[in-house]
């Protein structure tokens, strides 16, 4: 007979219903699933879910969980290779299961009794507990009740056994000696759940002690929690306050940075001006140096200028007693002409003959006598002098101007070579007080439109500008436009520009406003006018240019107008525009013609051939006229040395009766220049350089061609020979010619070129 025998515990293990509960209780359940173990299982860690482990803790690993999967299935193998038991086995085996049944019962309430007192001991729910342990307890029993009943089937079945099978006796004998044992557990058990139940009676005492803990424990975490929640506040408060902290750290920093780089700047700021005071306190030692100096000058001045005072006084008493003799001569001639007048009334009482009757019948009678005097001559005679006038330039080859008298008040008459060819004047608003802008009418009292959208022009030059751009537009009548001096007209468009600017001034003097060129003539303020005006004669031209600083005084207008007048001095001191016969000097017929390139020069001819020049120069308006003088492309002197033109000319005479004229181009004497010569002239002509300066600005253009080709012969070759026509050129070259005066290289070419020119003078004067 084959019996299938259970390991000790394994009930338990396989109880689902237990396992099941002490899983949902949160203990470890029934036994270690590892063979020959004991132990319970291991609990589920907690915080986590899903399935505890079937091991306890000390089998619960990788290796061992692989023995007890191999042992189950060696004993699942065992299991299928079994023969199929006969009723009676099944019978004996049926009885040892519920002995084991009974056996196993113990077990499991003593397990189920440790993890209620553990339950109790984590403080889980009181009642649930209970609970669970009235659940365990009746389950118990009923256990034992199914046990007995199995039991009795089992009796049932064994007698009906032994009543099949005589055989099996001993087989039941031994089945009821396993019933009796299964009963004496039974009993035991049954005892030992009465023990449980007077444990579990002392562990509901304690569960309810533990639970009073347990709500201690509770008010303790609620008042821990509170004092938690107070501490997280303070931190966020904390942590609020560490993030306002570091921001105001980060714009410490930055304003630390930014002070370390204006520190930075400032220092070197302060190296500058360190620097600087040290160039103010040189400079200021050489100030003090000039001012000693200063003062020396200004005693000098201030002892010139006493002696002035004295000379004015001098003047002042001349001019008194030159007052005085005036006012006689004015006394005289009132006599002188008190008896004129009476001999004239005497003559036209008398009876006169018929040819004289005839000669007065278009005979205009003259002005009254009275007229004559200066005062009421000057009151009635005196022509209408403008208060302001403004130079507009040159339009379509006309000048314009703007022109403001006394009587137009506001009113700005616009001028196109003299004649009226518009005017402008400001618009105000009905109360006066305010400006509105600018209007504009033709010659013809036309209003003329301003710009698209603008109901006046916006000032006063742009007014004017309409004007202007109406009269373009317009034809001039034939005959209207003033005759315009060719001096005038042969300035250029900036010397025009500051010739008017500059006699305006002296044009709108009156003697009411007082001034020095007040007291000028009336011809020549009426001349100031006509040029101001664009309009100046021959005459005009001529009475501006013979003013001198004396009569124009020392104010800033005068020194204007000299300075504008230097242009046409030369013109004006030449008397003689045309040719001028010299004669025959030295066997050559000498004359001076009209120099086209300079205004005001003369070309020098000998035998109609230009062998030089001589101009008039005069620096400052002050100055006294001096003339120059060129022979042969070098000036005679420095600068203007010569008083008159006719001396200039006569020094250019004596230099050309000086003068040896060089070989013709063709004669081999050029050929024949000696080999020292030749060098000194090579490394002379490479150190001078034809690119910038004199030699690059020389004029006439076509000379400057052939001296820059004799010298780039004379650089390519220090033994190589020159031919006549560019050794001729370097030969007759003057010194300003090559170089600035203080150049060392146009010296030294210089010096070269004459050392070669008296070879060519001895050789030429020893020839017979």
Not at 96 to 101: G, K, N, T
Not at 139 to 149: M, S
Not at 523 to 547: I, K, S, Y
């Amino acid at each position: 007979m084959t019996t299938k025998t259970i390991r000790r515990g394994k009930a338990a293990a396989t109880d689902e219903w237990l396992a099941r509960k002490l899983i949902e209780a949160g203990f470890g359940g029934a036994d270690c699933d590892f063979p020959d173990c004991t132990n319970a299982r291991a609990p589920r860690p907690p915080g986590k879910s899903g399935t505890p482990t079937k091991f306890c803790v000390q089998h619960n690993n990788p290796r061992d969980r692989q023995k007890a999967y191999r042992k189950r299935k060696e004993l699942e193998k065992e299991r299928a290779a079994a023969p199929e038991p006969v009723p009676v086995q099944q019978a004996v085996a049926r009885g040892a299961r519920e002995e084991q049944v009974l056996a196993s019962l113990l077990p499991r309430v003593l397990t189920a009794l440790e993890a209620v007192h553990q339950g109790q001991q984590a403080g889980a729910d009181t009642a649930a507990v209970a609970a669970h342990i009235e659940q365990v307890t009746s389950d118990a029993a009923e256990k034992v009740r199914q046990a007995e009943q199995r039991c009795e089937e089992a009796v049932g079945d064994a007698e009906a056994a032994r009543a099949e099978a005589s055989h099996s006796e001993q087989a039941a004998e031994h089945a009821r000696a396993e019933r009796q044992a299964a009963l004496l557990e039974a009993a035991c058990a049954l005892g030992e759940a009465a023990d449980a139940d007077r444990r579990a009676t002392a562990d509901r005492a304690a569960l309810d002690e533990l639970s009073e803990a347990h709500r201690e424990l509770r008010d303790t975490h609620q008042q821990l929690s509170g004092a938690h929640d107070a501490l997280k506040t303070r931190h966020e408060e904390l942590e609020q306050a560490h993030t306002a902290f570091t921001g105001e750290h980060r714009q410490l920093l930055a304003t630390h940075g930014r002070l370390q780089g204006e520190a930075e700047t400032q220092r070197r700021r302060l190296e500058e001006l360190s620097g600087q005071h040290t160039r103010l306190e040189e400079t200021q030692r050489r100030t003090a140096a000039d001012l000693a100096a200063t003062q020396s000058e200004n005693t000098g001045l201030a002892a010139r200028l006493d002696e002035l005072q004295a000379h004015r006084e001098e003047l002042k008493t001349e001019n008194g007693r030159l007052n005085g003799l005036l006012e006689e001569e004015r006394q005289r001639h009132r006599r002188e002409l008190a008896a004129l007048q009476a001999e004239l009334n005497t003559a036209r009482n008398a009876p006169a003959p018929d040819a004289t009757a005839e000669h007065d019948d278009n005979h205009t009678p003259g002005p009254d006598p009275a007229d004559s005097d200066e005062d009421t001559d000057a009151a009635q005679d005196e022509p209408r002098v403008p208060v302001a006038i403004e130079d507009l330039g040159v339009h379509g080859g006309a000048g314009w101007t703007l022109v403001r008298y006394e009587d137009d008040h506001n009113r700005w008459r616009v001028l196109r070579d003299g004649e009226i060819a518009g005017s402008i004047q400001p618009e105000h608003s009905l109360h006066g007080t305010s400006l509105l802008g600018w209007s504009a009418r033709t010659g013809h009292a036309m209003p003329l439109r301003p710009p698209h959208g603008q109901k006046h022009f916006a000032n006063r030059e742009q007014a004017a500008g309409a004007v202007v751009r109406d009269g373009l537009r317009r034809a001039s009548a034939p005959g209207s436009a003033a005759a315009v001096t060719a001096t005038f007209a042969a300035l250029t468009e900036p010397d025009q520009n500051a010739l008017v600017a500059a006699v305006i001034p002296l044009a709108i003097a009156t003697p009411e406003r007082g001034g020095k060129l007040a007291r000028l003539p009336q011809a020549v303020r009426e001349a100031a006018l006509r040029t101001a005006l664009r309009v100046p004669g021959e005459d005009d031209l001529r009475q501006l240019t013979a003013l001198d600083a004396t009569e124009l005084g020392r104010s800033k207008e005068a020194r204007q107008l000299l300075r504008a007048l230097q242009e046409l001095a030369p013109s004006a001191a030449q008397q003689e525009t045309g040719p001028v016969d010299l004669g025959t000097i030295g066997g050559r017929a000498w004359r001076l013609e009209p120099d086209p390139t300079y205004q005001g020069g003369y070309r020098v001819l000998a035998d109609d051939t230009e062998v030089g020049a001589v101009a008039p120069v005069r620096r400052r308006k002050t100055d006294t006229v001096r003339w120059t003088a060129e022979h042969r492309r070098h000036t005679l002197g420095r600068g203007p040395a010569h008083a008159s033109r006719d001396a200039a000319a006569r020094a250019v005479i004596a230099a050309e009766d000086a003068w040896v004229p060089l070989p013709e181009l063709d004669d081999e004497a050029y050929l024949r220049i000696p080999a020292g010569l030749r060098s000194d002239l090579y490394g002379a002509a490479g150190r001078v350089d034809m690119r910038r300066g004199r030699l690059a600005q020389i004029q006439p253009g076509a000379y400057r061609q052939q001296l820059h080709a004799a010298l780039g012969q004379s650089r390519r070759s220090a033994s190589g020979r020159i031919r006549g026509q560019h050794l001729a050129v370097l030969l007759d070259a003057a010194r300003e010619d090559l170089g600035a005066p203080g150049s060392a290289a146009a010296d030294r070419l210089y010096e070269a070129i004459q050392g070669i020119r008296s070879v060519f003078v001895t050789s030429t004067s020893s020839k017979p």
